[in-house]
């Protein structure tokens, strides 16, 4: 058994085959007559009534291509929360741990809790205007038999920190919990727009790590709640599959997710990552050196803005400039604002202009950047 089968329920090991329940159609013979559906008689013909096919081989064999892995090694999951909540279902119970680096983002910890589990948090090192993970810490507390540890998260790049981890600490940690009892999940929503190397290829040297990535920010689309998970291990993905609920893209969402995903898309997909990254430093330049502002260094689309009134920069700038920004009340990091990079340098400008205004205006503190730090 491997290991990360080893970590899954013992109940769900063995599960029915959802070919018992499951939505194909088996026969070789195919009906005229579908009297196995209970629908309504004006929109049964408006093409949504059959169940949707279960792991599309379509959406599959697209997002094996576009992650460059073979489709053995991907599961379909519903964005990237049904990916976390899958996996906190499958390993977590109220006597196992779940282990993150904070400020990170808050699913890991609430799906946790959900399963009852405990969690457990190492938090991340600030130097200068990044992090850096403690890989030592880390891998105390998740070697600790104490805590029992069954996940581990890494959020690379990282919500809302914006930070991408030096490759070195992450296979260090990979490397030290090789041979432990702990499912290692690197959660790569960002990594397009990063334009850095994803984990995936190192899949089959790892087989407890597990790799997430979703269509939610590559290509803004989080309204399909398409996603995925990769693994090197085809056993634990076959549990993955049969463990219900099971989860479906609906039809509406498999053919929007082709769409994007087609190949002669990939180019102008890619070209928009250049893009935000070059807005990015210079609306991140301007911000530290013209308005004094402490901004975090990101590997994303969005920047990081250390304030001492974040409540009052949320909502000064939704009142008067009408500009919305991450609502600092769901970042699980204090004295912060997150300010997504606007599509074009005049947005960008607005943003300056506005944040200008409130200085201004207001009795506004915004701390000077500190280089000394
Ligand atoms: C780091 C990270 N992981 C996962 C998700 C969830 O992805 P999805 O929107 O596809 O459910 C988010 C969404 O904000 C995220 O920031």
């Known amino acids: 058994m491997s290991r990360l089968v080893s970590l ?8 029915n085959s959802i070919e018992l329940r499951g939505t194909a159609d088996n026969s070789d013979i195919q009906a005229e007559t579908f009297l196995n559906q209970n629908v309504n008689l004006v929109t049964r013909n408006w093409g949504y ?29 519903q964005g990237g929360e049904g990916a976390i909540n899958r996996l906190s279902e499958m390993f977590c119970s109220k006597d196992d741990a779940v282990l993150t680096h904070g400020p990170t983002f808050f699913s890991y910890q609430d799906f946790a809790q959900k399963q009852g589990a405990h969690t457990l948090d190492v938090p991340l090192i600030k130097t200068g205007d990044t992090y850096k993970l403690d890989t030592k810490g ?3 507390a998740a070697s600790d038999k104490n805590y029992n540890v069954k996940m581990l998260w890494i959020c690379n790049p990282n919500n809302p920190t914006g930070t991408y981890f030096e490759p070195h600490q992450v296979f260090d940690i990979l490397e030290r919990l090789k041979n432990k009892d702990v ?28 790799v997430m990535r979703t269509l939610s920010k590559a290509y ?3 309204g399909l709640r398409v996603g995925a998970i990769i693994s ?18 609906s039809e509406p969402s498999v053919t929007a997710a082709l769409e994007l995903l087609d190949p002669s898309k990939q180019e102008e997909v890619q070209e928009s990552y250049k893009k935000i990254r070059a807005l990015r430093r210079a609306l991140s330049r301007s911000i530290s050196n013209e308005l004094n502002i402490k901004v975090d260094q990101s590997d994303t689309n969005f920047l990081l803005l250390h304030v001492d009134e974040p409540e009052q920069v949320y909502t000064s700038l939704i009142k008067q400039h009408k500009i ?41 503190e915004l701390p000077k950047f500190d280089h000394t730090n």
């Not at 959406?59 to 892995?69: C, D, E, G, M, Q």
């Not at 970042?331 to 074009?344: A, C, F, Q």
């Open 232 to 249: 090197g291990d085809t056993d634990f993905l076959d549990i993955a599959r049969k463990t219900p609920p099971f989860y479906s893209a």
């Open 324 to 364: 919305k920004v991450g609502d600092p009340n769901l970042l699980s990091i204090g004295k912060s604002v997150r300010v997504s990079i606007g599509e074009s340098l005049a947005t960008n400008l607005k943003l300056l202009e506005s944040l200008q205004d409130l200085r201004e205006q207001t009795s506004l």
């Open 220 to 222: 803004s689309a989080a």
């Open 8 to 15: 899954v329920h013992e109940h769900l090991r063995e599960p």
């Open 183 to 210: 499912a290692v999940i690197i959660d790569e929503a960002y990594i397009e727009i990063s334009g850095k190397k994803s984990m995936t290829e190192h899949i089959d040297k790892y087989p407890n790590m597990i």
């Open 138 to 140: 880390i891998v105390n």
């Open 49 to 77: 009534a059959a169940y949707p096919e279960y792991q599309n081989p379509e959406l599959l064999s697209a997002l094996s291509s576009i992650y460059n892995v073979p489709e053995e090694n991907l599961m379909i999951t």
